[in-house]
């Protein structure tokens, strides 16, 4: 199982310098870099197009979007952000899309948050039209199958589930004949042997990547990374 990491972290404060800490995620030996859209839930999370972008300039790993919420945004407007990032990265680009799972950030964009799904399907339609994947679908309950039949892999959130529920849900990702399975924003506490096994766990159950969220005052990206051979 591949390790990734997360540019921004969930927890207030000051937000990650995007610069030097994708250079030292890469430097620690962590695989990709990946970065979430999140909009109106208190402090700043950097925009995923640009941060991406800063760490492909200085990295040569892999790098993601963990996840764009498609709904927000017009699906030319997106397509055009999405084929300006890959002007930078090239083929490095992996696009996480979901439909968003919180109401404050579709508030403050004064979109519906009623209709996400049937927007993000719509819009998906749209944008699959001017770019190319690969597409990972992140998202939860009967949208694993969808990942599985749809898309070409699946981002489990290890932020808002449970190793059970992640674990149960890759069976069925799995028997539905699913792709690249990636679990993101697997949170790294000061437990390190805790999140050790919890990431131990994931590479036995068969997924292809884990994203871990280093925190600020967390350990060092270099101890996070020596958890996985």
Request: proline residues 8%; hydrophobic residues 45%.
């Amino acid at each position: 199982m591949r390790l990734g990491a997360t540019l921004a972290h969930l927890s207030p404060g000051p937000p990650h310098p995007v610069v030097d800490w994708a250079k030292r995620l890469a430097g620690a030996g962590f695989a990709s870099l990946w970065a979430p859209e999140i909009i109106g839930r208190g402090g700043l999370v950097p925009d995923p197009f640009v941060a991406l972008a800063a760490a492909a300039a200085v990295t040569d790993v892999e790098v993601g979007t963990a996840t764009v919420q498609v709904p927000l945004h017009h699906p030319a407007e997106l397509a055009h952000r999405i084929e300006s990032l890959r002007l930078v990265c090239g083929d490095r680009l992996t696009l996480g899309l979901s439909p968003g799972s919180t109401a404050t950030d579709y508030a403050l964009l004064d979109r519906d948050y009623r209709t996400r799904f049937r927007d993000f399907d719509e819009n998906v339609a749209r944008l699959r039209e001017r770019v190319p994947g690969p597409f990972l679908l992140g998202s939860w309950g009967a949208n694993v199958d969808k990942a599985a039949r749809r898309f070409d892999g699946w981002l489990a959130s290890g932020y808002r589930r449970t190793p059970d529920e992640i674990v149960e849900a890759l069976g069925r990702f799995r028997a539905a004949g699913g792709g690249r399975a990636v679990v993101c924003a697997v949170p790294v506490t000061g437990d390190l042997g805790h999140v050790g096994a919890t990431l131990q766990r994931y590479a036995a159950a068969g997924f292809d990547d884990a994203v871990v969220v280093i925190e600020p005052g967390g350990p060092a990206p270099e101890e996070v990374r020596a958890l996985l051979p």
